[in-house]
């Protein structure tokens, strides 16, 4: 009974958020170019790809939430230059997986738009039942999820446009696969950085718990492919390399980033680097990885118990290294690492 009531529970959560995905959407701006990227796909460039792309989100959204997504300097040049418009791509194009997605569902319902909002949406849905599945498997009861869909993130995925949801029901995925690996752990540890290219970094560590515990020769191939898989995609979209994205994302959008001049300025990164890190450290959430650090000393000597490892060290180090590497903060990018360390949290406060 108890079981049936867990499964019940975990189904209705997933259900709502999903809805809340589907009735009341977020139309942030990447939505507009992920949409390009589609149509991108497709074969369309130039004036033709600005035109299908704004026709599309324009056809999907309201007078007010169309005009934010055209207004400010930097939308309103894409928004009327396909030059700029185009230069925006290579930092989605290689989202590959979720782009095409959006391309099978956006051929069926006629719109690339509403497709992203639903592709997004299903995979909250996904992502919560993975969160269920993991709580159950730490012991910690299931009615505790509907109060963590919201402080954890994943509600606000399931309402805006981006790979995030499906990035995070794939890492939640690899963690169950982890608690006993197979083909499928290393096939995750592959496919995770097609999905999110940042999201390397969970299967370097998904990859190295498996060296250490399990088959080191698969989990060296699997790494190395997932490394493959990471480099290809970037050469393939046009990438334009990690100190660009790192000014972009730092020191703010640019509608041309393709000649964007890359600061040699120390200080300017410091600087944006602190504000970044004040963000991350006024977040309550960040509360967690403190407490999960203390319980990690505290079981220093427990760390091959998989719960110890995949709950608490695993998503403590991908934020940690994340962060090292992207010194940006946005909670999206960590909505499993931040679920992962609570389900790890709440399952010591029942030892």
């Not at 097609?194 to 190295?208: E, P």
Request: proline share 5%.
């Amino acid at each position: 009974m108890r079981a049936r009531f867990d499964l019940l529970l975990v189904l209705l959560t997933a259900a709502g958020v999903m809805l809340a995905g589907l009735i009341a959407p977020k139309h942030n701006w990447d939505m507009v170019a992920y949409v390009a990227a589609a149509y991108a796909a497709d074969g369309h460039a130039g004036p033709d790809l600005l035109r299908r792309t704004y026709q599309d989100v324009g056809g999907a959204v309201d007078t007010d939430s169309y005009r934010d997504l055209t207004a400010g300097p930097y939308r309103a040049t894409v928004a009327r230059d396909p030059v700029a418009l185009e230069q925006q791509l290579p930092f989605y194009t290689i989202r590959v997986v979720y782009i095409a997605a959006v391309r099978v569902v956006g051929r069926a319902t006629g719109s690339y738009t509403r497709a992203a909002h639903g592709v997004t949406a299903v995979f909250a849905f996904l992502a919560v039942l993975a969160m269920g599945a993991i709580l159950m498997r730490a012991g910690v009861p299931a009615l505790v999820l509907p109060f963590l869909v919201s402080p954890v993130g994943i509600l606000y995925l399931a309402r805006i446009v981006t790979p995030d949801s499906m990035a995070c029901f794939a890492s939640l995925l690899l963690v169950l696969a982890l608690f006993r690996p197979g083909w499928a752990a290393y096939a995750l540890v592959v496919l995770l950085p097609a999905i999110r290219s940042d999201y390397l970094i969970f299967s370097g560590l998904a990859a190295g718990l498996l060296f250490l515990r399990h088959d080191r020769t698969r989990a060296t191939v699997a790494l190395l492919a997932a490394g493959v898989v990471y480099l290809a995609l970037g050469r393939a979209s046009g990438n334009y390399g990690y100190l660009n994205l790192l000014n972009f994302t730092l020191f703010g959008q640019q509608p041309y980033p393709a000649r964007l001049p890359i600061s040699t300025d120390p200080f300017a990164y410091l600087a944006a680097i602190a504000t970044h890190t004040n963000y991350l450290v006024s977040d309550g959430i960040f509360l967690l990885y403190v407490i999960a650090v203390t319980l990690l000393w505290r079981w220093r000597e427990a760390l091959g118990d998989p719960h110890v490892a995949l709950l608490l060290a695993l998503p403590t180090a991908f934020a940690t290294v994340h962060f090292a590497l992207f010194p940006s903060y946005d909670k999206r990018f960590l909505v499993s690492s931040f679920f992962l360390v609570t389900a790890g949290i709440l399952r010591a406060a029942k030892r």
